[in-house]
């Protein structure tokens, strides 16, 4: 009996790993794990509703006048970049898609999701297709990005963060490939040529994340010129229009105003005061404690890459993690640093501990340990909570619908109340974001209103 069990436990194990080296069943099951994380997506984004800031964004900046045409954007645009800050991408993307209506965002933002996935993925796996680190990929991404629902499932939110982290990501693509293979494409001078609107474009993002892309691109470059390897073109223009674009955000006209305006969240002043200095170091010490079950998981990553691989493969675990290290010491310069700030770092951090994984090689006795139990229970856990996730949507959305059916019901009143909407998951768009207050002129009050047309709105006491 005892060895009929020992024979079942290895022809198991010998199975997955058939099943993991098998081209055809990856590139199937790879394929498989993007369709049903996209179809997921669009049914989240299609119950996340429209959330504070949103709103807007249906007028043009710092205006009661509503966005009608492309124009108007423009003009959005320059104002906004002349009296608050360099944003312009994400703020761009943001008016853009409420132009253009929820349905619209919903499918794009969907698309982002995947293609932020799919970069992560190759920006730690290379050209290898592996379903298996896919699937770690999205898992990861799933637990460990900041305030998810802020991050990516918020319209506004989204288009900073999961839009721009992925145009970040896509700039530093090429540097990583190269790296692996320096093929004749990536060595032409058109592709050089191809990649300056992305390169640029990636500087325009946001600070810290941006900062962490033009430092990994500067590492590879260190990289190619200690194996002496040449320096590709694209290499000097993904330099060159980066820096460009991210001082053009640096040294908006606006930025000074933004930075003057910001001020410390009410969660670490009420802990630590208002000085300057130990409201930074208190937020950093805060956002770095959230952040550390990723961190540790990076440090067993790399315990476990150092004990299998010589140096040479730690390479780009290095580059990932001192990027990362580099984005979260740059957020102690301004005053304010909330969580979904650390989306850009995150990522970086992803990258590495999947690159890690990815150089294990998948022995019986491995498969044993970390994919047959720990794997599947891990897996459970996250089906489990995209069934959670999926049911608060719902929920969310149909407080949302009934508020906008009282709102329409009620349009001629002066004073419109409407039901707190209360989400339970950090994964939903609405939860940590101001929602309608009990004063009429509260900010969130005035843009609901202004969007809906009525002449105030208040949360029911």
């Known amino acids: 009996m005892m060895n009929s069990d020992r024979f079942g436990k290895k022809y198991g194990n010998r199975a997955i790993q058939n099943l993991i080296e098998s081209r055809k069943t990856n590139l199937i099951l790879f394929w498989v794990i993007v369709a049903v994380t996209f179809a997921y997506m669009v049914f989240l984004n299609s119950k996340t509703p429209l959330i504070a800031d949103d709103f807007v964004y249906t007028f043009i900046f710092a205006t009661s006048t509503p966005v009608m045409s492309f124009g108007d954007i423009v003009t959005s645009q320059i104002s906004y970049y002349m009296t608050w800050g360099g944003r312009v991408v994400a703020e761009t993307l943001t008016q853009l898609f409420m132009f253009l209506g929820k349905d619209v965002f919903d499918v794009a933002n969907s698309l982002c999701y995947i293609v932020f996935c799919l970069t992560v993925y190759f920006l730690a796996v290379g050209r290898r297709i592996r379903f298996e680190l896919l699937l770690l990929t999205t898992i ?56 300056i609107p992305l390169f640029f474009i990636s500087g325009i993002t946001n600070e810290n994340t941006a900062g962490g892309m033009i430092l990994i691109m500067l590492l590879y470059c260190g990289v190619n010129i200690k194996r002496k390897i040449r320096i590709p073109a694209f ?19 606006g930025n000074s105003l933004r930075v003057a305006n910001e001020s410390a969240v009410a969660e670490v002043t009420m802990m630590v005061g208002s000085n300057p200095l130990i409201t930074r170091l208190s937020y950093f010490a805060y956002n770095l404690y959230a952040l550390m079950p990723l961190v540790i998981l990076a440090a067993i990553a790399f315990v476990m890459l150092r004990n299998e691989k010589d140096r040479k493969a730690w390479v780009n675990f290095g580059i990932f993690t001192v990027a990362a290290a580099a984005a979260m010491f740059v957020m102690l310069a301004p005053p304010k640093f909330p969580p979904r700030a650390m989306f850009g770092l995150a990522a970086f951090l992803i990258i590495a501990v999947v690159y890690a994984f ?66 339970l998951s950090s994964h939903n768009g609405m939860y940590g974001l101001k929602d309608v207050q009990l004063d009429p002129n509260h900010w969130v009050n005035r843009a609901l209103a202004d969007y809906f047309g009525v002449p105030n709105i208040v949360r029911q006491p």
């Not at 637990?143 to 998810?148: A, D, E, K, Q, W």
Request: proline residues 4%; hydrophobic residues 55%; aromatic residues 14%.
């Open 140 to 195: 990861l991404v799933w637990f460990f990005i900041p305030m998810f629902g802020q991050t990516v499932m918020w319209l506004t939110g989204s288009c900073n963060y999961l839009w721009c982290g992925t145009i970040i990501l896509l700039a530093i693509l090429p540097f990583r490939l190269y790296e692996e293979k320096q093929t004749k494409l990536l060595n032409s001078i058109w592709f050089a040529l191809l990649m």
């Open 358 to 423: 990815g150089q294990l090689e998948m022995t019986e006795e491995r498969i044993r340990k970390f994919v047959i139990i720990p794997g599947l229970a891990v897996l459970l856990f996250y089906i489990m909570s995209w069934g959670y996730v999926g049911i608060d949507a719902i929920t969310v959305n149909k407080q949302y619908v009934a508020r906008v059916q009282i709102i329409e019901e009620h349009q001629n009143e002066a004073l419109i109340q409407v039901p707190e909407i209360v989400p």
């Open 235 to 253: 290499a000097y223009t993904g330099l060159l229009f980066s820096i460009a674009g991210f001082l053009c955000m640096l040294f908006a006209p």
